[in-house]
């Protein structure tokens, strides 16, 4: 999978309005947007997952933007000092 181009479709930031029902809800750890988009002439669902706290006090960056094609995926991963790094852990295994 080229890292480049999956990078152009990280780092969406959440639209979500400020009064929200979703951001209060304390039972709610994450949020997730699914979306498939071509990337590299390859179809590929991305997922990006924020944490409904981080939203909820105006932190509207993913923690973590999946990449899963048909036979591989990719997970770019944000940290707390803002800089970003590839991890190839599949949804099940990703942890804060």
């Known amino acids: 999978m080229n890292k480049a181009e999956c990078r152009k479709y990280a780092g969406e930031p959440l639209r979500i309005r400020a009064n929200s029902g979703l951001l209060c809800a304390d039972q709610i750890e994450w949020l997730t ?49 803002g800089t970003a790094s590839w991890r190839t852990a599949c949804f099940e295994r990703l942890s804060p």
């Open 33 to 81: 947007i699914a979306r498939v988009r071509v990337i590299d002439h390859r179809r590929t669902l991305v997922l990006q997952v924020y944490s409904r706290a981080g939203a909820a006090q105006g932190d509207l960056l993913p923690k973590w933007t999946v990449f899963q094609q048909k036979d591989d995926y990719l997970t770019l991963e944000r940290r707390e000092d």
